[in-house]
T-cell receptor
Framework: AQSVTQPDIHITVSEGASLELRCNYSYGATPYLFWYVQSPGQGLQLLLKYFSGDTLVQGIKGFEAEFKRSQSSFNLRKPSVHWSDAAEYFCAVAPYNNNDMRFGAGTRLTVKP | EAGVAQSPRYKIIEKRQSVAFWCNPISGHATLYWYQQILGQGPKLLIQFQNNGVVDDSQLPKDRFSAERLKGVDSTLKIQPAKLEDSAVYLC????????????FGPGTRLTVT
């Protein structure tokens, strides 16, 4: 069955510290991969996406993600977290031949001063 | 460029009542999506339109939910009658087309069913 797993429901990091949010997927073939961010009361905003090619992709707001086929993972990273990064982060996948997107349950990020 | 607009932002109704949500996508976007986001979960696709035609409604509970996009622009999602488990945020999103994977989301409508 197709699934997206975000193992961490809630993560707390100190401002200025590095961040890694985990995402694992189970699909018949390598899907297209996405990370979205949702601030309170806001819609989802696309941070970055992976279709093919270089497995390290750069996104907006200083985020990057690395696709690892052998681990079926697409983890999101940021070297130095800012207080404004506090939000809910969603990993999503879509098959290569249609945009039926499936989302993980999300990871809530809290940033300590 | 104006984003995806949704109204109302909040709605509280009693179970068995009906409710409707409205969405206006980004101008020129042919594909429109409605998602349901239950608290603590990721968004789940309910229905997808390409212009005024339905592409995928396999996860729409058709006994109580309906949606339309008559002129291929704005869309309405209706629930009748509502159940307690329909309490969620209803998100509308749009994209340029079916092959365009970048979806733009509206702020959502938070529905509470009491």
């Amino acid at each position: 069955a197709q699934s997206v797993t975000q193992p961490d429901i809630h993560i707390t990091v100190s401002e200025g510290a590095s961040l890694e949010l985990r995402c694992n997927y189970s699909y018949g073939a390598t899907p297209y991969l996405f990370w979205y961010v949702q601030s309170p009361g806001q819609g989802l905003q696309l941070l970055l996406k992976y279709f093919s090619g270089d497995t390290l992709v750069q996104g907006i707001k200083g985020f990057e993600a690395e696709f690892k086929r052998s681990q079926s993972s697409f983890n999101l990273r940021k070297p130095s977290v800012h207080w404004s990064d506090a939000a809910e982060y969603f990993c999503a996948v879509a098959p290569y031949n249609n945009n039926d997107m499936r989302f993980g349950a999300g990871t809530r990020l809290t940033v300590k001063p | 460029e104006a984003g995806v607009a949704q109204s109302p932002r909040y709605k509280i109704i009693e179970k068995r009542q009906s409710v409707a949500f409205w969405c206006n996508p980004i101008s020129g976007h042919a594909t429109l999506y409605w998602y349901q986001q239950i608290l603590g979960q990721g968004p789940k696709l309910l229905i997808q339109f390409q212009n005024n035609g339905v592409v995928d409604d396999s996860q729409l509970p058709k006994d109580r939910f309906s949606a339309e996009r008559l002129k291929g622009v704005d869309s309405t999602l209706k629930i009748q009658p509502a159940k307690l488990e329909d309490s969620a945020v209803y998100l509308c999103a749009s994209s340029l087309g079916l092959k365009d994977y970048e979806q733009y989301f509206g702020p959502g409508t938070r529905l509470t069913v009491t």
